[in-house]
């Protein structure tokens, strides 16, 4: 399975920003799908994820802020990310679960998103 992110770049707090994760290849190995972040110095965190019958669970430093969602027909992923703050700021990676390890074994290339305040 490949991972295709697009979207990101540099934005003011307080703005928006979208982004989208293409999936490629044996598509049928997947389940839940996710978003994690990395900001310099800092491990690497879920901030969004959403199972294959559509369920949400979002960290709750975004709650109420970001939003995700899949196109199951597109085999992509989306993460709508609004009133986006400094502290947002961080290379955001797309993550898929294999079906059979229950693990997010898939991982996009990372894109950065960098908030300025």
């Known amino acids: 399975v490949q991972l295709v992110e697009s979207g990101g770049g540099l934005v003011q707090a307080g703005g928006s920003l979208s982004l989208s994760c293409a999936a490629f290849?044996?598509?049928?190995?997947?389940?839940?799908m996710g978003w994690y972040r990395q900001a310099p110095g800092k491990e690497r965190e879920l901030v969004a994820a959403?199972?294959?019958?559509?369920?949400?669970h979002y960290a709750d430093s975004v709650k109420g802020r970001f939003t995700t969602s899949r196109d199951n027909a597109k085999n992509t992923l989306y993460l709508q990310m609004n009133s986006l703050k400094p502290e947002d700021t961080a290379v955001y990676y797309c993550?898929?679960?294999?079906?059979?390890?229950?693990?997010?074994?898939?991982w996009g290339q990372g894109t950065q998103v960098t908030v300025s305040s």
């Open positions: 959403v199972s294959t019958g559509g369920s949400t």
């Open positions: 993550a898929a679960q294999h079906q059979q390890s229950g693990e997010y074994d898939f």
């Open positions: 290849g044996s598509i049928f190995s997947i389940s839940a």
